[in-house]
Every structure is written in structure tokens, then in C-alpha cells.
């Protein structure tokens, strides 16, 4: 499969703990993109990336989410103390410039119990 | 920054009918609007692009159409199938980052 894969696919973690997510873009894509999405809901820009430098990072980033992309390929995203408000599915989409066209990943579904 | 809105929120048509979903962006630097479907607990699928420098596009039985000056665009699928059956959703981009509409859920009645 050469498409955006993601993992893991589920997370339930209870209130409070830290979770990392982890995103494989397709191979040759340089820019890698991370979107937040509740139910009912389009997705919602978060951060991306051109190789390994962080860009961007909208207002809905607080200081308990990082992100990071250290060798140009793959990205990981932490929630730090994890709230019930982080409860979404989090998606990842990779693309490669000059073109805007970006593809998603399956996506992880957090659950903060 | 950029606001989409997408209409309408749901959509039911019969088998073999038209849909057309519309949208509209604020933002007059957005160049690139992609339409992505979306079925449930799967990742979103482009399924058609369109850029400003281009009025309409059509990929077999659907179409994207951009009116740059109202700051509109639409899809239309014709002669729907069940498998049209998902949530389709709009964007805008300026450059690099998309921002979504609320997404319509269309359903096609056999």
C-alpha cells in the first residue's frame, strides 16, 4: 500500500495521560499536513510540514500538542494531559509542492475517557 | 482567515437523479477548491479538483464548477448510484492548508 497510513487506527486512553500518533506520508510527498475532525464536522487545519520544517500551527494547537516530522519523512503528533475535549479523529494528509493536492491518511480516533 | 460554507447539510435523491452540493469561500486569495467523499470510518477521498484559472471540470459523471467573482463553487453528480451514498465535502486553499465546509450527506434511494 503506497497510500498515507497512519497508527495506530484506535486510541481510548483515560484523562490526563499522554498519547503519541504516528503518520507515514506516501513516500515523495515533502509537505505533511495534520487535521483534527469531530463528529459532524469538516476536518479542521492543525500543523504541516515542508520536509522537516513545522510551517504552521493554527490557534487550535495548544501547548499540549506537538508535532514533529525529524527526518523529513514520517510525523508524529503528541497530546500531552489529554482532555475529553481532545476526543476526535485526528488525520494526517501528505502532498508534494507545487501542487496542492493533498491525500489522507485512515485516520486515528481518540477517545479520552 | 478562510470561511467555508456548504449547503445543503443533507441531501436525499433517487436513484439516477442529479445532486448538486454548492459552496461558498470569503477569502478572494484561495485558488485551489478539491471535493473530498467520505464514507463513514473511512479517510476522505479526493474525487475532484478544480483551480481559479478554470471555470469547470468534469471527470465522467461529475463536475465542479468555480465562479470566482461571486466566490461559489459547485459539484454535481449526475445519474447517482447507492455507491454515491457518503458525505462529500468542500475546501479552499490559498496556499497550502485547506479549510473545510461542514460536509453534506447525500443519499441515494433505490
Known amino acids: 500500500d503506497t497510500g498515507v497510513s497512519q497508527d495506530p487506527r484506535h486510541k481510548i486512553t483515560k484523562r490526563g495521560q499522554n498519547v503519541t500518533f504516528r503518520c507515514d506520508p506516501i513516500?515523495?510527498?515533502?509537505?505533511l499536513y495534520w487535521y483534527r475532525q469531530t463528529l459532524g464536522q469538516g476536518p479542521e487545519f492543525l500543523t504541516y510540514?515542508?520536509?522537516?520544517?513545522?510551517?504552521?500551527k493554527s490557534r487550535l494547537l495548544s501547548d499540549r500538542f506537538s508535532a514533529e516530522r525529524p527526518k523529513g519523512s514520517f510525523s508524529t503528533l503528541e497530546i500531552q494531559r489529554t482532555e475529553q475535549g481532545d476526543s476526535a479523529m485526528y488525520l494526517c494528509?501528505?502532498?508534494?509542492?507545487?501542487?496542492?493536492?493533498?491525500?489522507f491518511g485512515p485516520g486515528t480516533r481518540l477517545t479520552v475517557l | 482567515g478562510e470561511n467555508v460554507e456548504q449547503h445543503p447539510s443533507t441531501l436525499s435523491v433517487q436513484e439516477g437523479d442529479s445532486a448538486v452540493i454548492k459552496c461558498t469561500y470569503s477569502?478572494?486569495?484561495?485558488?485551489?477548491f478539491p471535493w473530498y467523499k467520505q464514507e463513514l470510518g473511512k479517510r476522505p477521498q479526493l474525487i475532484i479538483d478544480i483551480r481559479s484559472n478554470v471555470g469547470e471540470k468534469k471527470d465522467q459523471r461529475i463536475a465542479v464548477t468555480l465562479n470566482k467573482t461571486a466566490k461559489h463553487f459547485s459539484l454535481h453528480i449526475t445519474e447517482t448510484q447507492p455507491e454515491d451514498s457518503a458525505v462529500y465535502f468542500c475546501a479552499a486553499s490559498s496556499d497550502y492548508k485547506l479549510s473545510f465546509g461542514a460536509g453534506t450527506t447525500v443519499t441515494v434511494r433505490a
Open positions: 494528509a501528505s502532498g508534494q509542492r507545487p501542487t496542492d493536492t493533498q491525500y
Open positions: 510540514f515542508q520536509n522537516e520544517a513545522q510551517l504552521e
Open positions: 513516500s515523495e510527498h515533502n509537505r
Open positions: 477569502d478572494s486569495a484561495s485558488n485551489y
